[in-house]
């Protein structure tokens, strides 16, 4: 029998291994030089119709006939007596258009999410993302046939409204709400169908979980599925602001249509296009392309950090 006092001692038991981060797998070079491929295209399309434009605008901003000005353009904007109520135009809609896509897109994603059965959620996201085949000059030709109480099929509820013409109907005050109509039918569909997609990200072990506790659908969809998709909202939210400050074809074509009750400055975009094409003044019309572009830019980025975009879970 083997004297156990005398036997060597087992080695002990060794922690996990840690692996040096030199040593860790990385990926070889031709997976580098694809990502490399895949990426250029895009990069240089940005340099040339990103970078390169906004460089241009900024020099055409701070100068005047080559000779630099420092910021009498954009004085000369501020002292139009078009722009403050453009700036107004465009907030308001902006405000508008940002709460309705945010309340409806994740409560119809959620609605389509619940459902059941795979058949019908999947027909509902389809039926969802039907309008946004629709480009937005069409959404806005469409949309002046339904806003016409005369040929209007909706006729009925606009008389409701006591709507009995067209003038009526794009009448300044209601712009904001129909701006906002357009803009949701033509563009939510898309961003439902992607919040759709986070939501079913979300773990089925804290989902479980929720249902086990005796979580109602509400309050799982308060406390749990809508803080799991805020990066997609928020994402969301950035791309919906940029897209919404540069409201240019719903005012031009209800400008044309209305025989000018909409007015043809109704936007800073219009604006800067009259500056540009009608008044030949491309440095006043640059001015404002800058405004527009370090405000979206700084709510934006308000957005992104509130909402935790680039943050890793």
Known sequence: MTD?????AAPPARAGRQVPPSSRKRPDRSQARIGVIFVSGYTVLLLAFGLLPVLYALYLAFTRDNAFVGFDNFAKVFDDFRFWPAVGHVAAYVVVWLLTLTVFTVLLALLAHGLRSRFASSSLRFLYYIPGALAGASSVMLWLFLLDPTVSPVSGVLSLFGFESFVQVVALDNLPVLFT?????????????????????????????ARIDGAGPIKTAWHIQIPLMRKWISYMVVMSLAAGTQLFVEPRVLSQASKGVVPQDYSLNQLAYLYAFRQNDFSGSAAISILLLVVAAGLSALFVFRGGLFDRD
Request: overall charge negative; cysteine-free; charged content about 5%.
């Open 4 to 8: 156990l006092s005398t036997a060597p």
């Open 181 to 209: 109509l357009i803009a949701f039918w033509t563009g939510a569909g898309g961003w439902i169908v992607i919040l759709f997609g986070a939501l079913n990200n979300v773990p089925q072990e804290v989902m479980e979980a």
